[in-house]
């Protein structure tokens, strides 16, 4: 009994290894846009997001539930298995954080929307995330501004917060708050 629960040991974590290996290079072309230099594409830094997160995000825009023409093709051809070991691989990556400037007139109106409303309560009190809710911190100001829009004009759902998303009002300084996190 015991040889044959070492060798099954042994290919379980071959098997892992091959599984992170594997995500590591097809993440490669991901990080080809999520990356700080491309800001002006429009793609969030994903570093440091939970697998979960990342696979359910993923397959979002692969099923269309998530519109994005870019993102659709770029996932096309990914089974399951290759978003989750991608998704692995991003998620053990540390979180990119301070490469953005931000205007701190701006950090400190949001910071006052954020503590109103809540916003740490599901995302974390520094806005690390957790499994289910994605991080914010350090996250690029424009991805956060267009996500902000989406919630607003119901082009992507988000849970409800006791007060719509359109009503915040300031939706720019919320954004520069929430890059400037560490
Ligand atoms: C050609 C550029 C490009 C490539 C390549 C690309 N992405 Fe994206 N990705 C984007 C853009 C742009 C968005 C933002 C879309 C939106 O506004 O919803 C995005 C959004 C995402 C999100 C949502 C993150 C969040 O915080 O909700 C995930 C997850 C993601 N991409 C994963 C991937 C994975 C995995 C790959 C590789 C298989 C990949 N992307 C390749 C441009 C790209
Ligand atoms: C009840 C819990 C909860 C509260 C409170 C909450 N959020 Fe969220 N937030 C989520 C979840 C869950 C998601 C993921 C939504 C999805 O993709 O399905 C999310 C997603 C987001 C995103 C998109 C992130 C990304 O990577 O695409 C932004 C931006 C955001 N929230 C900002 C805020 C702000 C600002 C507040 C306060 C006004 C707030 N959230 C309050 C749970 C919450």
Redesign the pocket.
């Known amino acids: 009994m015991r040889p044959l629960l070492i060798i099954l040991g042994l290919l379980i974590s071959i098997d892992a290894f091959a599984d992170a290996k594997a995500g590591e290079k097809?993440?490669q072309?991901?990080l080809?846009?999520?990356k700080p230099e491309n800001v002006k594409?429009?793609?969030?830094l994903?570093e440091a997001?939970s697998t979960k997160y990342?696979v359910r995000?993923?397959t979002e825009?692969k099923i269309g539930k998530?519109s994005?023409p870019?993102?659709k093709s770029?996932?096309a051809n990914?089974s399951s298995r290759d978003?989750r070991n991608?998704a692995d691989y991003i998620a053990s990556r540390p979180a990119v954080t301070g490469v953005f400037s931000t205007d701190p007139a701006k950090v400190a109106v949001g910071e006052k929307w954020v503590v109103e409303m809540k916003c740490g309560s599901c995302h974390g009190p520094t806005f690390a995330g957790t499994e289910a809710v994605?991080r914010l911190a350090g996250q690029i100001t424009g991805?956060l501004i267009?996500?902000l829009e989406a919630f607003a004009a119901d082009r992507r759902a988000h849970p409800p917060i006791g007060t719509r998303f359109d009503r915040i009002g300031d939706v720019e300084a919320i954004a520069h708050y929430l890059t400037a996190m560490k």
Request: proline share 7%; hydrophobic share 45%.
């Open positions: 097809k993440a072309l991901c080809l846009c999520h594409y429009g793609a969030p994903l997001q990342l995000a993923t825009y998530r994005d870019i993102m770029s996932v990914l978003i991608i994605p991805y267009s996500q």
